[in-house]
């Protein structure tokens, strides 16, 4: 697999990375250890060599699985997380005192059985705690050689500009594909204007961008998309459209919708470097094909020309979790 470089930073990455979050949390029953890191040590076999976890999954379970997997080839790969919640826990409520940040730089390091966390997201802004000192307690660590570079999740333009002005921000990570395209707006010209890279999570739209989900899919009890307005049953069954006519564009390029949803995101910018994640190696070698998929301008408007004639239905979030980003 190439690699690129989030913005200007340095940091690079495969082009593809994976997402860890759902072999421990959010998507219903944990993946089994064992499986869970034959999986992430298959990704790395197949060239990724970016990983995302986040001490919220679980919580506290994802980062000691990715540590476990990752160990052997540990010099080989770059490996995020996350801080920004009390006690690890999403339901608490967001905090990142700067006391609260250096716990779970110091409790990361240990799970993930490392010297040293390679990216550092703030995982949701803290209204509480200034961004400037935020920035500056990650810089610290940074300079202390804990963390090697400082990254933001779903933050918003004024966030972002405080937080690079005291340490300069290598990536943003947020939600973006064909059926979230909201970071379009502000966001993408910020990042290419500081340089930041964006590591978009949810690349195939949760899973419904793969064709495999449509109205009469049943998530299971603990599966957060039973709480989201986009994956009510009238929601999907009317999204579904989207999904036909882009299924018509892969199968023309002889390719999976998945492959060419990834391949879209690719295509927008040098700096984007998207972490679909999956319990399942067929997916993971599915994922990683698009890597290899090639669009040209032409393809490029025809998913544009067919995206537009497509409204989407459905909120992307519930009210409460939506607080949560953009600030």
Not at 72 to 87: H, L
Not at 261 to 273: E, G
């Amino acid at each position: 697999m190439n690699t690129r470089q989030l913005g200007r930073s340095g940091l690079t990455v495969s082009t593809l990375g994976l997402g860890c979050m759902g072999l421990s949390y959010g998507y219903g029953p944990a993946t089994d250890t064992a499986d869970a890191v034959k999986l992430i040590r298959a990704g790395f076999e197949l060239g990724i060599t970016f990983f995302d976890t986040a001490e919220a999954y679980g919580p506290l379970v994802n980062e000691k699985v990715v540590g476990e997997a990752l160990q052997p080839v540990r010099d080989q790969v770059v490996i995020a997380t996350k801080f920004g919640f009390r006690d690890g826990d999403t339901s608490k409520g967001v905090d990142s005192r700067p006391e609260r940040i250096r716990q779970v730089a110091d409790d990361a390091l240990q799970r993930l059985r490392t010297d040293r966390i390679d990216l550092f997201y703030q995982h949701r802004v803290d209204p509480q705690v200034p961004m400037e000192d935020v920035a500056g307690t990650v810089k610290d660590l940074i300079r202390e050689g804990k963390v090697k570079h400082f990254g933001l999740s779903e933050a918003g333009v004024d966030s972002i500009r405080r937080a690079h002005a005291v340490q300069p921000v290598t990536a943003l990570q947020s939600e973006y594909s064909l059926w979230w395209r909201e970071p379009e707006r502000e966001i993408l010209p910020l990042l290419e204007e500081l340089g930041i890279g964006l590591v978009p999570f949810s690349p195939l739209g949760k899973g419904f961008l793969t064709g495999a989900i449509d109205e009469r899919t049943s998530f299971g009890s603990t599966d957060f998309r039973n709480t989201v307005p986009r994956f009510a049953p009238a929601a999907r069954q009317a999204n579904r459209a989207l999904v036909d006519v882009l299924a018509g564009i892969a199968a023309r390029k002889k390719v999976t919708p998945a492959q060419l949803a990834l391949a879209w995101l690719l295509a927008q910018a040098p700096w984007i470097v998207p972490i679909p994640g999956t319990t399942k190696l067929h997916r993971l070698e599915e994922n990683i094909g698009a890597a290899a998929v090639s669009l040209s301008a032409g393809d490029l408007d025809e998913i544009e020309t067919a995206v537009a004639n497509v409204p989407i239905q459905g909120a992307r979030y519930s009210a409460d979790r939506q607080k949560l980003v953009g600030r």
